[in-house]
């Protein structure tokens, strides 16, 4: 079994910061990409930042510039950097992993998500 735990989240002010973190624990013999997501009420899901195993990141438009997301894999940890934050990041915010288990399975597994409210 593998379980991912998010931490981090809560109320920031308008051009505030915040940092996430999503540690993976259980049966993991590596991990490939890691990534951060998230949903407001009402929308659909949506990718916020991947990031490779080696290093290579992707953002989604809406974020590039203020967010970072980064990993170490010593500790099968992703984080993301959230700096001048906007009331329309508000969400709830969910890291996955593509995990290959120390049975030889690979899935996706999904943290359990993270309250991120901007408002003054």
């Known amino acids: 079994q593998v379980q991912l735990v998010e931490s981090g989240g809560g109320l920031v002010q308008p051009g505030g910061s915040l940092r996430l973190s999503c540690a993976a624990s259980?049966?993991?013999?590596?991990?490939?990409?890691m990534g951060w997501y998230r949903q407001s009420p009402g929308k659909q899901r949506e990718l916020v930042a991947v990031?490779?195993?080696?290093?290579?990141?992707n953002y989604a438009d809406s974020v590039k510039g203020r967010f970072t997301i980064s990993r170490d894999n010593a500790k099968n940890t992703v984080y993301l950097q959230m700096n001048s934050l906007k009331p329309e990041d508000t969400a709830v915010y969910y890291c996955?992993?593509?995990?290959?288990?120390?049975?030889?399975?690979?899935?996706?597994?999904w943290g359990q998500g993270a309250q991120v409210t901007v408002s003054s």
């Open positions: 990031i490779t195993s080696g290093g290579t990141a």
């Open positions: 996955n992993a593509d995990v290959l288990t120390g049975w030889g399975t690979q899935n996706r597994y």
């Open positions: 259980g049966s993991i013999f590596s991990i490939n990409g």
